[in-house]
Nanobody, 126 residues
């Protein structure tokens, strides 16, 4: 069992930055692939980034164009999403997810994840 709690969201002006954190509880975090997704009102949940259990491989959505970076600290049971050059269209609820197996490459599809956090709201003003 893995429980995930996101933090770090908030209101930011366009062009600004935020770093989201996802704190995990449970013994399997260090073996879990992790991912970040977002969902804006009226839109489907969108894949953003994922990372393998040891941080050795990462995947990003092409639409991000290098603005976001995923990382993890297994000693702290935490995965991060650094978001730069934020745009109003980045406004959404951001959620982290865990796949409680050692898999590679890291998953990109919703159905591949076993556990989800409740999400943190990110609002980017123009």
């Amino acid at each position: 069992q893995v429980q995930l709690v996101e933090s770090g969201g908030g209101l930011v002006q366009a062009g600004g930055s935020l770093r989201l954190s996802c704190a995990a509880s449970g013994r399997t975090f260090s073996r879990s692939a992790m991912g970040w997704f977002r969902q804006a009102p009226g839109k489907e949940r969108e894949f953003l980034a994922s990372i393998t259990w040891n941080g050795g491989m990462t995947y990003y959505a092409d639409s991000l164009k290098g603005r976001f970076t995923i990382s993890r600290d297994n000693a702290k049971n935490t995965v991060y999403l650094q978001m730069n050059s934020l745009k109003p269209e980045d406004t959404a609820v951001y959620r982290c997810a865990a796949r409680s197996q050692v898999v590679s490459p890291p998953p990109r599809e919703l159905y591949e994840y076993d556990y989800w956090g409740q999400g943190t709201q990110v609002t980017v003003s123009s």
